[in-house]
């Protein structure tokens, strides 16, 4: 894991309510990234930033949002348009131009009830 | 877009054998191919990556071998142990973003 940190490790949330994810990383890293991971599939992309105030969709953006206000910090929103928000969420992070390695975060479980 | 095939979904072995996964690439812009080792509940984690001005890599008993003409990239694990039951994601990187395979559940029974 590195030096990326989630939290909360679990978190449950009623059908409706926005939720945000917290992530933070210490590898003095320019790019972050957050990705869904659903049972039996592989990782998709939902939003990445290269750098501080800037960011982009990835391939399944709708009914998440994002900020990039600091270095350190890309919190995730999933929002109440997100239509299936269980699942396993992951952020990353990477030295851009240069080194494509990305190294993962622990993970956050939403479970939306 | 890229697109990564994975194969197989499952695979099962016996302590000491060797066990190999697949993947294959659709964009031949791919110039990073990593693997990442997910036990269940956690993270993803880099066990060994290759760049495509290489053929092969190795690290102990982990090996990643390169064929960019027909686009597709192995992992092969040597001397499997129980602690390599987890499951196994390829990745291809394309202007600056991975593209992930579906995943291959590793069990290796003592």
């Known amino acids: 894991d590195g030096g990326i940190t989630q939290s909360p490790k679990y978190l449950f949330r009623k059908e409706g309510q926005n939720v945000t994810l917290s992530c933070e990383q210490n590898?003095?890293?320019?790019?972050m990234y957050w990705y869904r991971q659903d049972p039996g599939q592989g990782l998709r992309l939902i939003y990445y930033?290269?750098?501080?105030?800037?960011?982009q969709k990835g391939d399944i953006a709708e009914g998440y949002s994002v900020s990039r206000e600091k270095k350190e910090s890309f919190p995730l929103t999933v929002t109440s348009a997100q239509k299936n928000p269980t699942a396993f969420y992951l952020c990353?992070?990477?030295?851009?131009?240069?080194?494509?390695?990305?190294?993962f975060g622990p993970g956050t479980r939403l479970t939306v009830l | 877009g890229e697109n990564v095939e994975q194969h197989p979904s499952t695979l099962s072995v016996q302590e000491g054998d060797s066990a190999v996964i697949k993947c294959t690439y659709s964009?031949?812009?791919?110039?990073?191919f990593p693997w990442y080792k997910q036990e269940l509940g956690k993270g993803p984690q880099l066990i060994i990556d290759?760049?495509?001005?290489?053929g092969e890599k190795k690290d102990q008993r982990i090996a990643v071998t390169l064929n960019k003409t027909a686009k597709h990239f192995s992992l092969h694990i040597t001397e499997t142990q129980p602690e390599d039951s987890a499951v196994y994601f390829c990745?291809?990187?394309?202007?600056?973003?991975?593209?992930f395979g579906q995943g291959t559940e590793l069990s290796v029974k003592p």
């Open positions: 990353a992070s990477s030295i851009p131009r240069g080194s494509d390695t990305q190294y």
């Open positions: 590898l003095n890293h320019d790019a």
């Open positions: 930033s290269q750098i501080v105030n800037d960011f």
């Open positions: 964009d031949s812009a791919s110039n990073y």
């Open positions: 290759i760049r495509s001005n290489v």
């Open positions: 990745a291809a990187s394309i202007w600056g973003k991975l593209i």
